[in-house]
Nanobody, 125 residues
Framework: QFQLVDSGGGSVQPGGSLRLSCAAS????????IAWFRQVPGKEREGVSC????????KYSDSVKGRFTISRDSAKNTMHLQMQSLKPEDTAFYSC??????????????????WGQGTQVTVSS
């Protein structure tokens, strides 16, 4: 059974860091494009970052480029999103996802088939 379990969210002050994790079970992450999305109530889900199955392609939304880093730990079958220099506008509900499509500039949620349950990130002083 495919399962993704998000963790690592929480509250942090502006300028701080958080590391989100997403543990996969029932399948191997290495075979999929992985991605992180976030959503704020009343707004559309935003694709934050993706990483291709072979590791050759990484994409970030303009809003997080240079501050967030996506990665995959094959040994632990886990994916991560390292978030640094956090801003209040990064406050959102973050979810991991995996899919079969290429990691492209437009990180489209409809191209991802399996989702974690999500974790809340709040950036506030």
């Amino acid at each position: 059974q495919f399962q993704l379990v998000d963790s690592g969210g929480g509250s942090v002050q502006p300028g701080g860091s958080l590391r989100l994790s997403c543990a996969a079970s029932g399948f191997t992450l290495d075979y999929y494009t992985i991605a992180w999305f976030r959503q704020v109530p009343g707004k559309e889900r935003e694709g934050v970052s993706c990483l291709s199955s072979d590791g050759s392609t990484t994409k970030y939304s303009d809003s997080v480029k240079g501050r967030f880093t996506i990665s995959r730990d094959s040994a632990k079958n886990t994916m991560h999103l390292q978030m640094q220099s956090l801003k209040p506008e990064d406050t959102a509900f973050y979810s991991c996802a995996v899919g079969y499509y290429f990691c492209s500039d437009y990180i489209n949620s409809t191209e991802y088939d399996y989702w974690g349950q999500g974790t809340q990130v709040t950036v506030s002083s």
